[in-house]
């Protein structure tokens, strides 16, 4: 069964207090997994898309890794707006018996950062 | 601006009502989705749509109902077959006939049953 696992579940940081978020992921052919950013009581935010293990993409304070089996979300220097739910996604491969490529979302990393 | 708009941002139920959420799209893209969210668990896919007049069911259709008349516009209906409705409603989009495989998501409604 595919299924995507989220960790930690909430993390708090002081300012500028780099750190990591995890999402491990089991998934027969990945097609393509994706971060978005959750405010509370609003739509999630894209922010990347990853598609092959080894490829690393950046955003102002914010650097999403991709391995065969996880995804990584590095927080370098985090500011009190950064503070929100971060949400991780895959897309199985329809090769692979994915249903029409639909989305397998974690439960999300709830970060807070402290002034 | 190009985006997605769901209406109501609230939504209040009586027990036994239907009620029906709107999702817009005006990014010209092809697929749509519907998610239910509940606190603590991750984004439930209710239905989704490849093309015009044509949908499928998610993991959690049971209790709902969708249309797809127009390319922009995908309404859900909660029915009072829906056992426990209150939740953070999400429609979203993407362009698949482009090759795009990233979904885009619309402002939210939040459905409470009374």
């Known amino acids: 069964e595919d299924q995507v696992t989220q960790s930690p579940e909430a993390l708090r940081l002081q300012e500028g207090e780099s750190s990591s978020l995890n999402c491990s992921y089991t998934?027969?052919?990945?097609?393509?997994l994706f971060w978005y950013r959750q405010d509370p009581g609003k739509g999630p935010e894209f922010l990347f898309t990853?598609?092959?293990a080894g490829e690393e993409k950046e955003k102002e304070r914010l650097k999403a890794t991709l391995t065969k089996k996880e995804s990584f979300l590095h927080i370098t220097a985090p500011k009190p707006e950064d503070s929100a739910t971060y949400l991780c996604?895959?897309?199985?491969?329809?090769?692979?018996?994915?249903?029409?490529?639909?989305?397998?979302f974690g439960k999300g990393t709830k970060l807070s950062v402290k002034p | 601006d190009g985006g997605i708009t769901q209406s109501p941002k609230y939504l209040f139920r009586k027990e036994g009502q239907n009620v029906t959420l709107s999702c817009e799209q005006n990014?010209?893209?092809?697929?749509m989705y519907w998610y239910r969210q509940d606190p603590g668990q991750g984004l439930r896919l209710i239905y989704y749509?490849?093309?015009?007049?044509?949908?499928q069911k998610g993991d959690i259709a049971e209790g709902y109902s969708v249309s797809r008349e127009k390319k922009e516009s995908f309404p859900l209906t909660v029915t009072s077959a829906q056992k426990n409705p209150t939740a953070f409603y999400l429609c979203?989009?993407?362009?698949?006939?482009?090759?795009?495989?990233?979904?885009?998501f619309g402002p939210g409604t939040r459905l409470t049953v009374l």
């Open positions: 979203a989009s993407t362009n698949r006939l482009a090759g795009g495989d990233t979904q885009y």
């Open positions: 998934v027969s052919g990945l097609r393509g």
């Open positions: 990853l598609y092959s």
């Open positions: 996604a895959v897309q199985a491969s329809i090769d692979y018996g994915g249903s029409q490529g639909n989305l397998i």
């Open positions: 990014l010209n893209h092809d697929a």
């Open positions: 749509s490849q093309i015009v007049n044509d949908f």
